[in-house]
């Protein structure tokens, strides 16, 4: 008990060499060509490490191997090329005598699914069309006289742009459209019927429209956090060459501010599955859509309509996924890794299934998402690397503690300490038995 009470009041380290140890720290699609993907490869290691062989499996299929050199920084990296539109159920494996956990890597390269994004609106729609290419979208347009409300259903992503007014009839359409998990874009022409307007926008953060503003302004304001603006930008942007509009509309709104005017005047607004323009976006009226914001703003606009699933995801981090297929009644998706089947948390809506995941998904690897027992796709999941930071304290800094080269010294050290306490004890025996006998004799010799 002794030993074990010296141990824990002390810092104790065995100093017997660094811990060798190399993980795989993440992967990700570094470019593409017309037929292969390129994978990169990203790892770390501790201790004495010059290179280390990595694996590449389709399934359990062995695809290619090849090794990762280490810099003086412990990083290395490894590339692989991947055939380009077939499904791949891959894994990326090291071996190596430190932690294991991180030594395999899982991923998925499934049919890339095409986002549908319909415009409606005039031949203003023209800089959507170059924005939104074949590979990534199936974009289309309609003018309002032509619309077909049958197919509004089929749309992931709806965008009426330079309408002067909204007829009643699409209002309802698109009401019903975004409560079965629609996103929808108003991009305002320069003349608007107001109350037809607010009468669709008032369902979204109940936003109005106010009134216009005939002023030349320029769009000075962005909001890097947006989540529209993720990964978009390296830092914040001060030297921006910045697009101007020459009149707007004011609007009322509970919706988060996206881009705004000087003077803080929304020019943007949205989030989720809704986005609106202050300001009509025709040449005539502004140069945004000449401005490099342009491509990214309705980029991820778009792409925030159907979330695809990534090359893999970390469990315990919370993660949405759409799977664009419809159930039936009473029909649910579950995934299936071997033996082991899970239903996610999921909600059905009119053309995709959202599929949600936190931290009840314990188990890494790839899984098949099943519908009625038929597999539609896989996804992947794997365990968070930061554990895999073998980073330790300094033991010369810290003044309590106490280092030994072996098990064998550690203990001597222990028992030398022990043997000093009992010394101790003694000496406090003695000195209360003294003290004890000179009451005895004060008491007696009276």
Do not use: C
């Amino acid at each position: 008990m002794d030993s074990l009470q010296n141990i824990s009041s002390h810092w104790v380290a065995l100093r017997g060499g660094e811990v060798k140890n190399v993980a795989i720290d993440s992967a990700y699609i570094e470019s593409e060509t017309s037929e292969n993907l390129n994978l990169l490869v990203n790892l770390s290691g501790s201790g004495d490490i010059e290179n280390i062989p990595v694996s590449l499996f389709n399934g359990e299929k062995l695809i290619a191997k090849t090794s990762a050199s280490f810099n003086d920084s412990k990083n290395g990296t490894a590339s692989f090329s991947i055939p380009k539109n077939e499904a791949f159920d891959g894994k990326i494996e090291i071996t190596d005598s430190g932690l294991t956990y991180d030594n395999l890597l899982y991923f998925s390269i499934g049919k890339k699914e095409k986002i549908k994004v319909l415009a409606i609106g005039d031949d203003q729609n023209r800089f959507l069309g170059r924005i939104f290419t074949k590979d990534e979208f199936v974009f289309t347009t309609t003018e309002l006289r032509s619309l077909n409300y049958s197919n509004l259903v089929n749309q992931h992503l709806i965008i009426l742009n330079n309408l002067q007014q909204i007829p009643s009839s699409l209002t309802t359409s698109l009401k019903a459209f975004s409560d079965n998990g629609g996103h929808l874009i108003i991009i305002p022409a320069a003349d608007i019927d107001l109350n037809s307007y607010n009468l669709l926008t008032s369902n979204y953060a109940s936003t109005t429209f106010l009134q216009k503003v005939r002023d030349e302004r320029e769009i000075t304001n962005i909001s890097f956090s947006h989540p529209l603006y993720q990964n978009v930008f390296e830092k914040n942007v001060t030297n921006f060459q910045y697009p101007k509009t020459s009149e707007f509309y004011k609007i009322k709104t509970g919706a988060p501010t996206v881009l705004a005017f000087q003077g803080n005047e929304p020019f943007l607004v949205g989030g989720k599955s809704f986005f609106l323009f202050t300001t009509s976006l025709s040449i005539q009226n502004s140069n945004f859509i000449n401005s490099p914001l342009v491509v990214p703003t309705f980029y991820n606009m778009a792409v925030g309509s159907l979330k695809l699933a990534p090359l893999y995801s970390v469990l315990g981090q919370p993660v949405s996924i759409d799977v664009p297929t419809s159930l039936a009644q009473d029909d649910i998706l579950k995934l299936k890794k071997e033996d082991y089947e899970f239903i996610p948390q999921q909600q059905s809506l009119s053309n995709k299934v959202s599929l949600s995941f936190n931290e009840s998904l314990q188990e890494d690897g790839s899984y098949a998402v099943l519908q009625n027992e038929k597999p539609i796709k896989n996804i992947s999941f794997n365990y968070n690397r930061k554990e895999s930071n073998l980073s330790y304290l300094n033991v010369t800094e810290q003044k309590m503690a106490s280092t030994s080269t072996s098990i064998s010294s550690l203990f001597e050290s222990i028992e030398k300490d022990n043997s000093v306490t009992e010394l101790w004890k003694w000496f406090v025996i003695l000195a209360l038995a003294l003290l004890f006998i000179e009451v005895l004799i004060q008491k007696y010799l009276k």
